[in-house]
């Protein structure tokens, strides 16, 4: 008999400590590929102070188009549009304003009920993979609100929020093309970027690519950046006297004429310090790098494996 009541007791306290997870409002598909349809549903899962929801207000972050609300009997839906910061290509136009909030309100959600709210949407190319995009919902009810908009911070937890906003993962998609990616400034031209992943806790990682300049003057690679490192070093690997020793190149690295220099383990990188999360297989990164002559050059760095590079020497820091 007490071991009867010691596991009911148990699975009511697990029941209780869900309880609030569940009533968080959270999006039923909440994992999207990059240019592809979404069309997800925001669950309310109670009201406020025992009173019933009455209104639902959910903002669209910049990224998120062509956004249709489903409509929703007992309820009137208004939308608010506006121009998008760049131009999208959607599924058959290049669109550049669209939805930006949507509010559900008329209706009444009792305490004791859970109901959805739907709406249609295209995911852009605006969001790396390994991401996750976050959509404030404001939530009325007869009797006080709950704001679900607390974002977490770069490697944080968003369990442990308090009201946390719902979240769209950005993950790559089952027949994403496997072709490297090229970016392209005038004469320059930055060929597959990418990071090595990092074990959980490491501070640095480092960076590659191969580098063509198809012009009659040289330029140099000065400095480099991702969003999430807080900073960045152009380093040299080389044997000397025996040994496999490591310096920074303050001046950059020299990018010669009617050339190439490739970044690559063992040899020229860019060490990425003080990172604000682990680099994760399969995620991609923005960064920048910036040459001497060309300027600033967006691109993305594709995460691969901890192996990926592994004959070569590893970095001490």
């Known amino acids: 008999m007490k071991t009867l009541l010691t596991v009911g007791a148990a699975l009511v306290a ?3 400590c869900a309880i609030p997870a569940r009533a968080h409002a959270v999006f039923d598909k909440s994992e999207a590929s990059p240019n592809s349809s979404w069309r997800p549903a925001i669950r309310i899962g109670h009201g406020c102070e025992g009173t019933a ?10 990224g998120v188009i062509g956004v249709k609300p489903m ?6 839906i208004v939308t608010t549009k506006g121009d998008y910061a760049r131009e999208y290509k959607a599924l058959h136009s290049v669109v550049k304003s669209g939805v930006k909030e949507i509010v559900w309100s008329g209706g009444s959600l009792p305490e004791d009920f859970y109901d959805e709210f739907v709406f249609s949407a295209q995911v852009s190319d605006a969001f790396p ?4 995009v976050y959509f404030p919902v404001l939530q009325e009810c007869e009797k006080g609100a709950h704001d679900w908009a607390e974002i977490p911070a770069a490697g944080a937890d968003a369990r442990k929020l308090k009201s946390p906003a719902p979240g769209l993962r ?4 089952a027949n994403a093309p496997t072709q490297p990616a090229v970016f392209q400034m005038g004469p320059l031209k930055v060929e597959a970027p990418w990071i090595r992943a990092t074990p959980g806790g490491a501070t640095v990682a480092g960076g590659f690519a191969r580098i063509v300049n198809a012009g009659a003057a040289a330029d140099r690679l000065v400095s480099a950046a991702i969003d999430l490192a807080g900073r960045a070093e152009i380093h040299e690997t080389a044997m000397q006297e025996g040994v496999m020793r490591m310096r920074a190149l303050p001046q950059g690295l020299d990018v010669p004429s009617d050339g190439a220099v490739e970044l690559k383990p063992g040899s020229f990188h860019i060490m990425f310090l003080d990172l604000k ?3 994760v297989e399969g995620q991609t990164v923005k960064g920048t790098l910036v040459f001497e002559k060309a300027g600033a050059l967006p691109v993305v760095f594709r995460v691969n494996g901890l192996g990926a590079g592994a004959s070569a020497p590893q970095h001490q820091h």
């Not at 409509?71 to 009137?76: D, F, L, Q």
Request: without cysteine.
């Open 53 to 62: 929801t009455i209104r639902v207000r959910i903002t669209i972050p910049e």
């Open 170 to 173: 950005i993950v790559a998609a």
């Open 277 to 279: 999360a682990p680099m």
């Open 14 to 16: 697990a029941s209780l």
């Open 71 to 76: 409509p929703k009997p007992g309820w009137t």
């Open 129 to 132: 993979v390994g991401t996750t």
